[in-house]
């Protein structure tokens, strides 16, 4: 599959559920299927990289996990008319003005 922008990613998304899926779950449904899938991805990460070891047998693919919160975010996205491309701009522009000195001046971050 070639690259795809999130614009792409969510009619790709919306293709396949008119296609496959019949229709999309209701709204409040898929935000407890995103809740379910973060909470997989945390496993993971847990075991990957916390204290945690995984179970014998275990999946732990860490790119499908988070593939399956962003599906599951582009379906909400769709089902709620958000254009996330348009969102994303004004949310890196927002971040940009609130914080662009905050992090640089944080002791936190830039100690070695």
Known sequence: MEELTIRQAQQAVD????TYGV???SELTNMAVLTEEVGELAR??????????FKAGEPHNLGDEMADVLWVLLCLANQTGVDLTEELR?????????????HKNNEKLTKQ
């Open 90 to 102: 004004k949310n890196i522009a927002k971040k940009t003005e609130r914080d662009k000195d905050r």
């Open 15 to 18: 293709e396949w559920i008119r």
């Open 23 to 25: 229709r999309y779950f």
């Open 44 to 53: 993971v990460i847990a075991r990957t990289y916390g204290d945690q070891s």
